[in-house]
C-alpha cells in the first residue's frame, strides 16, 4: 500500500495536500481492500466484475473492513498521536438476528482514539476522503453510485472517553460496541 510518512513531530510530509499523492493513497487503499474481499470471498475477478460484486452483502461487508484496514494505516502514518482506531456501524441495531435490515451502505465511519484533537489530521482525513470519494465513484454500482463522502472519522480522546461525550460513549458499548481496526502496543 502506498503511504503518505509523518515526520519526527507527527506532521504530514504532505502539508501542501499533493493531490497526486493522494489520490495515490486512495488508490492503494482501494486495490488492497478489494484484494482482501476477494481472498476471503474466495473470489477472481476474471469471474466476477467488481461492481457486482459490492451488490452482495457479505463481499461489500469485507470491502468495508479493507478500507477501514487501509484508512487506519494511512492514519496511523500520517499522526503519531493516534492511540486506537475502530470502524462502527450507526445503524446497528444490537437485537436484530440478521444485518438483511440495514440497506447496502458502502460508507466507512470510523472512530479514532487521539491524545489531542489536531486541525492537521482532520485536514489529512479530508483529503482522504475526497480523494478515496472520487475514485470509488468510479464503480458503476447502486451503492456507490452518487456517493459524495465516503469516510467518517469522529476523533475523540481519552478525557472523553472517561466523561462519556459524544461518540467516546460507543467505545464502553456492551451492546453494540465498535469493532478495534488498530491499537498503539
Given amino acids: 500500500m502506498t503511504t503518505i510518512k509523518a515526520d519526527k513531530k507527527g506532521k504530514s510530509k504532505c502539508a501542501g495536500e499533493n493531490i497526486l499523492e493522494m489520490a495515490e493513497l486512495a488508490e492503494g487503499i482501494i486495490e488492497d481492500a478489494v484484494q482482501l474481499a476477494n481472498t476471503r470471498q474466495n473470489i477472481s475477478l476474471e469471474d466476477e466484475k467488481i461492481d457486482t460484486l459490492l451488490d452482495r452483502r457479505e463481499y461489500l461487508g469485507t470491502f468495508r473492513y479493507g478500507l477501514a484496514k487501509g484508512i487506519t494505516e494511512a492514519l496511523v502514518e500520517n499522526d503519531a498521536g493516534v492511540v486506537a482506531v475502530y ?37 489529512f482525513t479530508d483529503s482522504l476522503d475526497r480523494a478515496l470519494t472520487e475514485r470509488i ?3 458503476s454500482t447502486p451503492v456507490y453510485a452518487k456517493c459524495s463522502s465516503l469516510l467518517d472519522v469522529k476523533f475523540v480522546t481519552q478525557e472523553d472517553v472517561d466523561e462519556g461525550r459524544g461518540f467516546a460513549v460507543l467505545l464502553q458499548s456492551l451492546f453494540s460496541p465498535p469493532m478495534r481496526i488498530w491499537q498503539r502496543e
Avoid: C, H, Q
Wanted: charged fraction near 30%; glycine fraction near 4%.
Fill in 137 to 139: 465513484n468510479e464503480f
Fill in 87 to 123: 470502524s462502527f456501524e450507526p445503524n446497528a441495531n444490537p437485537d436484530a438476528e440478521t444485518e438483511d435490515y440495514l440497506s447496502l451502505d458502502g460508507n466507512v465511519d470510523m472512530i479514532a482514539l487521539v491524545e489531542k484533537r489536531s486541525a492537521g489530521l482532520v485536514a
